[in-house]
């Protein structure tokens, strides 16, 4: 069974989102994909094509939201489970849109709380790196910890991933973990 809130945090390329999607797959619960990448290059045009391929494949109901998360979070259909990919892509779209961060962390948090179904979020650990060297970075790094310190809050597990394996943070590693 699939807590509430299933909260996965690792470092890029670590397998954090195959690992919440092997999380969410094993519910057997009809699942939804939050997507909030957007393809600003061609690799990551790329890459989002190949994430869609996938995603189609293994019948997940998919939803490309860039900014407007916590709405869309409100909008799920309970009955079901979803999956945030990524919380990460998410603030960086509302930090390049001049949007109030603060504010849109308050939102999303918001909406999270009173979420119809099961959500497993992913995001990066961006703290374990050197300080950045400009302003814009600096002030991304602070927002994303503040929202992952939000999110493992809130969240009923807690799984960190480093090189494809997963550890329970908080709670017991959820079924389709290991």
């Given at each position: 069974m699939?807590?509430?809130?299933?909260?996965?945090?690792?470092?890029?390329s670590?397998?954090?989102?195959?690992m919440?999607?092997r999380?969410?797959?094993a519910?057997?619960?009809?699942?939804?994909?939050?997507?909030?990448?957007?393809?600003?290059?061609?690799?990551?045009?790329a890459?989002?094509?190949?994430h869609r391929k996938g995603?189609?494949?293994?019948?997940?109901?998919t939803?490309?939201?860039?900014?407007?998360?916590?709405?869309?979070?409100?909008?799920?259909?309970?009955?079901?489970?979803?999956?945030?990919d990524?919380?990460?892509?998410?603030?960086?779209?509302?930090?390049?849109?001049?949007?109030?961060?603060?504010?849109?962390?308050?939102?999303?948090?918001?909406?999270?709380?009173?979420?119809?179904?099961?959500?497993?979020?992913?995001?990066?650990?961006?703290g374990?790196?050197?300080v950045?060297d400009?302003?814009l970075?600096?002030?991304f790094?602070e927002?994303?910890?503040?929202?992952n310190r939000?999110l493992?809050?809130?969240?009923?597990?807690v799984?960190?991933?480093?090189?494809?394996?997963?550890?329970a943070?908080?709670?017991?590693?959820?079924?389709?973990?290991?």
């Amino acid at each position: 069974m699939l807590p509430p809130l299933v909260f996965v945090l690792g470092g890029a390329s670590s397998g954090k989102s195959a690992m919440a999607e092997r999380i969410a797959r094993a519910t057997r619960l009809p699942l939804t994909y939050i997507a909030t990448a957007q393809p600003f290059d061609d690799e990551m045009t790329a890459k989002i094509a190949l994430h869609r391929k996938g995603r189609a494949a293994d019948g997940w109901q998919t939803v490309e939201v860039p900014l407007e998360l916590g709405r869309s979070i409100a909008a799920l259909p309970a009955g079901g489970a979803a999956l945030v990919d990524c919380a990460t892509l998410w603030l960086t779209n509302v930090l390049l849109a001049g949007r109030d961060t603060d504010g849109a962390i308050i939102d999303l948090l918001a909406a999270i709380a009173a979420r119809p179904c099961p959500l497993i979020v992913v995001s990066n650990e961006v703290g374990l790196g050197i300080v950045p060297d400009n302003a814009l970075s600096r002030r991304f790094r602070e927002a994303q910890g503040r929202l992952n310190r939000a999110l493992a809050a809130e969240a009923d597990r807690v799984v960190g991933v480093m090189a494809g394996l997963p550890l329970a943070l908080k709670g017991t590693l959820p079924e389709g973990a290991s």
